[in-house]
């Protein structure tokens, strides 16, 4: 049973398009993250949600949008992708009140040419 | 803000050797910590924690002491094998939120 998955892995896309990464957690976790993680392995938070709610909004172009239709899924709309964009998205997941520790999904990696 | 500083990689290692990464850490008030393992083409994975000063968190050969005194919680295993090369981040966890060093790539070889 995956715990955390995300769809698409690879997504391969052109400058100015709109794409979606779905995130989804069989855990009962009531908190979802999702992090990026540039070509130098440094990994960034983005979002996070608990229950529904965005509880952490970095300092992230408004091209990204966040979406929790439930406590279980976490989706990540991008719109008019840049170069920059480029990265492999984490989606996470982690139990009320146990932030640190968290569980990562396998990642999608997005090219954007 | 809080931050997380890692001895840079990339480390490689013959198997049976002993691995230490550094790792310091600058926060406000008295964050835990964690160290997690990346495996290629993976997720990150938790491999140890701890949540206050002179916890030891250990896992799979692993250990690492939360040092206040000098803000440190470097990961130290005694005898490597081929199947721990990877990408190992230290993190901390302040504000309900986590802040991840840079990540050190270890390759060990047989």
């Known amino acids: 049973d995956t715990a955390v998955s995300q769809t698409p892995k690879y997504l391969v896309t052109q400058m100015g398009n709109d794409k979606s990464i779905k995130c989804e957690q069989n855990l009962g976790h009531d908190t979802m993250y999702w992090y990026k993680q540039d070509s130098k392995k440094f990994l960034k938070i983005m979002f996070s949600?608990?229950?529904?709610?965005?509880?952490i909004n970095e300092t992230v172009p408004n091209r990204f949008s966040p979406k929790s239709p439930d406590k279980a899924h976490l989706n990540l709309h991008i719109n008019s992708l840049e170069l920059g964009d480029s990265a492999v998205y984490f989606c996470?997941?982690?139990?009320?009140?146990?932030?640190?520790?968290?569980?990562f999904g396998p990642g999608t990696r997005l090219t954007v040419t | 803000g809080d931050s997380v500083t890692q001895m840079e990689g990339p480390v490689t290692l013959s198997e049976e050797a002993f691995l230490t990464i550094n790792c310091t850490y600058t926060a406000t008030g008295y964050p835990s910590l964690f160290w997690y393992v990346q495996y290629p083409g993976e997720g990150l994975q938790l491999l140890l924690k701890a949540t206050k000063a002179d916890d030891k968190g250990s896992n799979k050969g692993f250990e690492a002491t939360y040092r206040k005194e000098t803000t440190s919680f470097h990961l130290e295993k005694g005898s490597v094998q081929v199947s721990d090369s990877a990408v190992y981040f230290c993190a901390l966890l302040n504000d309900y939120k986590l802040s991840f060093g840079a990540g050190t790539t270890v390759t060990v070889r047989a």
């Open positions: 949600y608990n229950n529904k709610e965005l509880i």
């Open positions: 996470a997941s982690s139990p009320l009140g146990i932030q640190g520790e968290q569980y």
